[in-house]
């Protein structure tokens, strides 16, 4: 029987914020990579996982959403969506079930008329929504852009995942493998770590604060005896009532974003961690060029 030939290609996940972008790519390679929430704009950065099978390798680039930008972060992050787009073999463009089609929906199917790459529309959340429905949902996206498939499914619950990895796997070219079998991301564990803790803090803090938070790691050392990892981090806010905020009553909030961050984190790096973090106001640091590539966003990595 004749070996199949190994397929590999680069793939990005794009979409308005908070249609299930991170959660669909955790869970298509298995681990918790991306940070989710219910908040927009929870990935700031184009974050880069594998997943391997044995005839084929998909890496896959989890972009920040689609939208209009309001500061210089916001730019950035919709720079790095929009150049992602014209590097990858596949796009899967994630919506949610739903038969209106809003501007920013019809914003996105712009931008992809100016590249040739196939694109192939994923509407997420199915499991919200009646079966019957998602016929509807499909008539009504298929006439604002030439898809190569449609594809419904729910991140959340997992369903239909493997029919939409055989679907990518059908668009990819012949190629080499990029990564290792057992890699899963090539994100800097300093980075991951970051972001898990400004996720807990996305959790934890009211609507106005968290587009205005960043996460520094200070220091990040595994005691000589290998027993912990010592950990120091500094959540950056804009004013001075969300530092008040982000500690809370005597301490008590910021206790929670840390004892919640520092489980996931010894998930991730599967060993003790001794986590303290700190809070700092940088005001207006979201359009200081300076500080935006100081907190991990760098202009340079968004370069045509």
């Not at 955790?26 to 880069?48: C, E, F, M, V, Y």
């Not at 992050?77 to 899967?92: F, H, W």
């Amino acid at each position: 029987m004749k070996k199949q030939e190994f397929k590999s290609g680069f793939v990005t996940l794009i979409g308005r914020p908070n249609v299930g972008k991170s959660t669909l790519m955790n869970h298509l390679i298995g681990q918790k990579i991306a940070i989710t929430s219910d908040k927009p704009q929870t990935t700031r950065n184009r974050i880069q996982t594998v997943y391997t099978q044995d005839d084929g390798q998909i890496i896959f680039l989890d972009t920040p959403g689609i939208h209009k930008a309001k500061n210089k972060l916001g730019e950035y992050m919709v720079s790095i969506a929009e150049r992602t787009m014209k590097e990858v073999d596949v796009i899967l463009w994630l919506v949610e079930p739903s038969t209106f089609i809003g501007a920013g929906e019809r914003h996105i199917a712009e931008q992809l008329t100016k590249v040739k790459t196939p694109v192939i529309l994923v509407i997420n959340k199915v499991d919200t929504v009646k079966k019957e429905e998602i016929l509807k949902f499909i008539e009504a996206y298929k006439d604002i852009y030439p898809f190569a498939e449609i594809v419904p499914v729910s991140a959340l619950k997992g369903e239909n995942t493997k029919e939409l990895l055989k679907t990518i796997f059908s668009y990819l070219p012949k190629g080499p493998m990029y990564y290792d079998e057992d890699t899963i991301t090539d994100q800097p564990e300093k980075q991951i770590t970051a972001e898990l803790i400004r996720e807990k803090a996305l959790r934890f803090l009211s609507d106005e604060i968290p587009h205005g938070i960043a996460v520094a790691i200070d220091s990040m050392k595994e005691r000589k005896d290998g027993s912990m990892i010592d950990i120091d981090a500094t959540i950056v806010c804009e004013r001075d009532s969300h530092k008040g905020m982000i500690i809370g009553k005597k301490g008590e909030k910021l206790k929670q974003i840390g004892m919640q961050a520092r489980k996931e984190i010894e998930n991730l790096l599967d060993m003790q961690v001794n986590l303290k973090l700190w809070v700092k106001v940088k005001k207006d640091w979201r359009d200081s060029d300076f500080l935006i590539k100081n907190y991990g966003y760098d202009k340079k990595d968004i370069q045509l």
